[in-house]
Nanobody, 118 residues
């Protein structure tokens, strides 16, 4: 069974940094395109970042320039380095995976809470 497990969430002050991690198990990590999404209370799930098998990447407009996505195939992991955090970055962050760029995201982690508060 393929699973995604996120970690690294927590409480951070505005302007601070956090690094999220997501480990994929049960399949070959290098075969997957990976993404990060987030959902704040009362809001729809929002795209945060994408990294392809070939390491191409993209970011949502609200995080571009502050967040960095990376992957380590040897560790079956994808990361999200979050800098200059703002109150509005508070959300549950989800890791997602898919085989093909054109298909829907079909594998999801359980989420990790990020709270930006003073």
């Amino acid at each position: 069974q393929v699973q995604l497990v996120e970690s690294g969430g927590g409480l951070v002050q505005p302007g601070g940094s956090l690094k999220l991690s997501c480990v994929l198990s049960g399949s070959t990590f290098a075969d997957y395109h990976m993404g990060w999404f987030r959902q704040a209370p009362g809001k729809e799930r929002e795209f945060v970042a994408f990294i392809g098998r070939d390491r191409t990447f993209s970011y949502g407009p609200s995080v571009r320039g502050r967040f960095t996505i990376s992957r380590d195939n040897a560790k079956n992991s994808v990361y999200l380095q979050m800098n200059s955090l703002k109150f509005e970055d508070t959300a549950v962050y989800y890791c997602a995976a898919k085989w093909e760029v054109t298909e829907s995201w079909n594998l999801w982690g359980q989420g990790t809470q990020v709270t930006v508060s003073s």
